[in-house]
């Protein structure tokens, strides 16, 4: 069987063609270093103008407030470490989450074991993180606010224009995660508050290996790459102009055609929740009914365990994931289905599938006749189904 | 990440099911480490005669249940004893590292499954140690993390 269904958008994206066509010229003619002033790299120095401009308006930010960095995780090191650097005379306490990716949630471990003070803050039964209680967390001391804007494994988006008011009143920064939203739904960093905020090439249909961080003006970061002069002073090495052009290119088809894209996207997402809620007993959606990303479905099937539903959909050519990608190395559940209350075996339980512009109706359906005996076949399998069977009969 | 015999354990499990009146039923893991395994024994005249398994968890739980339960049919109880985790993970031709645990999970069952045949009959198998108290920290071994 030949059947390659691809769910997997959250984890990446491939790269469209038109992105592709656009990156291709950078690798063997224009390869020339931005910094030099020959004819064939100045020109390059262009480009990387133009792609700022895409992505900046992308967020509704400017051009000047736009620095290229290597992906989401380094633009998340970045904001933290650089601002908490830059503004230790203000004080020293973050304010994040229990559901931060872990390119954020490593970074405030990191800091906290520097002697940085860290509140971690809970999560409501989907995944938001309540505005009052970021108010309620900041104190005298507290710099930076970093909470995710939509999230990577439940599809959750977080009160994030509430946070950004509440921030602004109290003179807090505040970073957001963007990389699972930024090109998948509309963002505008100055209507919402934002001042600092990560993006990531690969998760709109760009290269991986880019991304950027957006820092309003006026905001004091340090950088935490030192060398050349590139990006203003901000953030040093030889500039990725293929992936910087092919990253704003990305961005600008993403914005371009986000309406129509998400028209399908919700209606696929649906069908399938639809779906696997009235074709499978004891399953749970993860992450908020309506508020989640358009292409971001999350189920827990009780008494079996993820991997081996994985392997057993990948036999029939479906790639999803369980939990986060992220967390596939590790035997730990996830740490973002246990802050939202699951207990262990269920958040071991949880299929992941993201869908993306090039899936139809018919992959959809195809996994929806797949899944219930692929399920069924591991429940049969499953001491803590016999358990719960034997409990009934009782 | 599997070898091909993993793999084929874990999409044809051999013995998946339970035993009534089984001589032995053994239950090793937990659902916090996101693996469960429930082996049951046919002992008669000293011989394994059959076995059956249930497990929640991964594609390398399910294979090394299924292997350690084709392994151990067919032995006597002092050959089963010393069947170890190592023997399972050699006749799957090996794990990776992260998924060792299960195999050492696979032993155990066994072993547990033997131990309350020991206790219903009151009979003393060499070699066979009491399973552990509330196993809630078994040795995962090398634990690595993609970013």
């Not at chain 1, 990716?101 to 995944?127: F, R």
């Not at chain 1, 995660?177 to 249909?205: E, F, R, T």
Request: net charge negative; charged share 25%; with cysteine.
């Amino acid at each position: 069987m030949s059947t390659k269904i691809y769910f997997d958008h959250a984890a990446t994206t491939p790269v469209r063609k038109e992105v592709l066509d656009t990156m291709l010229p950078y690798f063997t003619q224009s390869f020339g270093n931005p910094s030099s002033v020959y004819d064939i790299a100045r020109k390059n120095k262009q480009v990387i103008d133009q792609a700022r401009e895409q992505i900046a308006q992308g967020v509704g930010a400017s051009p000047e407030e736009i620095f290229f960095t290597a992906g989401g995780t380094e633009s998340d090191n970045w904001a933290i470490k650089g601002v908490i650097e830059a503004n230790a005379k203000k004080g020293n306490h973050i304010i994040t989450s229990t559901i931060e990716h872990h390119a954020v949630m490593h970074t405030c471990d990191y800091l906290e074991s520097k002697g940085i003070e860290v509140t971690y803050l809970p999560v409501d039964e989907y995944g938001r993180v309540s505005p009052e209680d970021v108010r309620g967390a900041i104190k005298d001391n507290t710099v930076l606010i970093t909470i995710m804007f939509a999230n990577n494994e439940i599809g959750t988006l977080q009160p994030i224009k509430e946070i950004g008011a509440i921030a602004k009143e109290k003179g807090v920064l505040f970073h957001t995660d963007a990389v699972q939203a930024v090109g998948h739904i509309p963002i505008h960093v100055k209507d919402l508050n934002i001042d600092l905020l990560s993006m990531s090439g690969h998760k709109l249909y760009g290269p991986k290996g880019i991304g950027a961080l957006y820092v309003r003006k006026g905001v004091k970061i340090k950088p935490i790459l030192h060398g050349g002069a590139q990006e203003r002073n901000r953030r040093a090495g030889t500039e990725n102009v293929s992936g910087i052009v092919g990253f704003g290119k990305a961005m600008e088809l993403a914005v371009k055609e986000m309406d129509t894209h998400n028209q399908k996207l919700i209606a696929l997402r649906d069908q399938l929740i639809r779906g696997i809620a009235e074709k499978i007993d004891h399953v749970q959606l993860n992450g908020h009914p309506t508020e989640r990303l358009p292409g971001s479905v999350n189920f827990t099937f009780e008494f079996i365990e993820g991997e081996s539903l994985l392997l057993l959909l990948d036999m029939k050519g479906i790639f999803a994931s369980s939990g986060s990608a992220c967390t596939s190395g590790s035997l730990d559940p996830s740490h973002v289905l246990l802050a939202i209350g699951l207990p262990h075996e269920k958040a071991h339980g949880s299929l992941r599938i993201t869908l993306g512009m090039e899936n139809t109706a018919e992959e959809v359906e195809y996994l929806l006749e797949v899944l219930p005996p692929i399920v069924q076949r591991l429940r049969e399998m499953s001491p803590l189904y016999e358990e719960y069977i034997k409990n009934q009969k009782r | 990440m599997y070898s091909e015999k993993v793999m084929d354990h874990f999409m044809n499990p051999r013995n998946v099911g339970e035993i009534e009146e089984a001589s032995g039923v053994g239950t090793v893991g937990n659902a916090k480490c996101g693996d469960i395994m429930k082996v049951y024994l046919k002992i008669e005249d000293n011989i394994v005669i059959d076995a059956k398994f249930k497990t929640f968890g991964c594609g390398a739980a399910v294979a090394t249940s299924s292997m350690a339960t084709e392994l151990v049919i067919g032995k006597t109880i002092q050959d089963a004893v010393r069947i170890t985790n190592k023997a399972v993970m050699e006749a799957l031709d090996g794990l990776p590292a992260v998924k060792v645990h299960c195999s050492c999970l696979a032993e155990e069952a066994l072993q547990a499954a033997l131990w309350d045949y020991a206790q219903k009959h009151d009979i003393k198998i060499e070699g066979l140690k009491p399973p552990k108290e509330g196993d809630d920290h078994h040795d995962h071994g090398a634990e690595e993390e993609e970013k």
